[in-house]
């Protein structure tokens, strides 16, 4: 399950790239509000559904910033994850597999016998 995860985690990082997306209202410098998506410059205003209250704004460089750590923490997770599945597989399979011993083979008149196979 980890190994699942961290894959996920590796995928979501790599999609995070590109412009920020803003879940509110976008205003431009003319302070116009405008349809996505943002550009520098844009404030990106934060409202409660419920209430209709403004919760806060954010720039379009504090966005860009936001979703860069979030990559980070995506990656960091994912690679984390990931190393640990591998780790704990490899060690699973060290300690159970044991390798078969290779018998000693008889050549006798009627063909060849052992290996530890059963007689051929």
Do not use: N
């Not at 431009?28 to 550009?39: F, T, Y």
């Not at 860069?68 to 995506?74: N, Q, S």
């Amino acid at each position: 399950m980890p190994l699942v995860w961290g894959v996920i985690s590796l995928l979501r990082a790599g999609s995070s790239y590109g412009i920020p997306d803003c879940p509110g209202i976008i205003t431009g410098q003319d302070g116009e509000d405008h349809p996505a998506p943002m550009r520098r410059g844009d404030t990106c205003s934060l409202y409660d559904d419920l209430t209709r209250d403004s919760t806060g704004t954010s720039t379009y460089d504090q966005l860009k910033s936001a979703q860069v750590g979030k990559r980070r923490g995506f990656y960091r997770q994912g690679l984390a994850l990931t190393l640990y599945a591998a780790t704990g597989t490899g060690l699973v399979i060290a300690t159970t597999w044991k390798p078969q011993k290779a018998g000693r083979l008889e050549v006798t008149t009627g063909g060849v016998r052992g290996g530890g196979r059963g007689e051929a």
